[in-house]
């Protein structure tokens, strides 16, 4: 069993930075690939970055290369996603997911432990 809490959302203005940080319960956190996803009102939640359990590999949505990274630190049972030059349309509540396996994903459905999400404004 995995919890998952995130933070670091907040109100920022187009062309900012944020950062997220996702912290796991649980002393395996290295035997997990990691996610982020967002969601809008009345959307789908949608992928956004994944890793793999070393943080070797990563892979991202088109719409948020070059200006998002994932990266973790087993150590601290903690994934982050550092995300630069932000738009409008990034605005969303963002969550972290945990998937048993040391492979990264980009099916929400390949995840099986879910944060309860954290809102990221960018104003315009």
């Known amino acids: 069993q995995v919890q998952l809490v995130e933070s670091g959302g907040g109100l920022v203005q187009a062309g900012g930075s944020l950062r997220l940080s996702c912290t796991a319960s649980?002393?395996?956190?290295?035997?997990?690939?990691m996610g982020w996803f967002r969601q809008t009102p009345g959307k789908e939640r949608e992928f956004v970055a994944t890793?793999?359990?070393?943080?070797?590999?990563?892979y991202y949505t088109d719409s948020v290369k070059g200006r998002f990274t994932i990266s973790r630190d087993n150590a601290k049972n903690a994934v982050y996603l550092q995300m630069n030059s932000l738009k409008p349309e990034d605005t969303a509540v963002y969550y972290c997911?945990?998937?048993?396996?040391?492979?990264?994903?980009?099916?929400?459905?390949?995840?099986?432990?879910w944060g309860q999400g954290t809102q990221v404004t960018v104003s315009s």
């Open positions: 649980g002393r395996t956190f290295s035997s997990y690939a």
């Open positions: 890793i793999n359990w070393n943080g070797a590999s990563t």
């Open positions: 997911a945990a998937r048993t396996g040391t492979l990264y994903a980009i099916r929400k459905s390949h995840y099986n432990y």
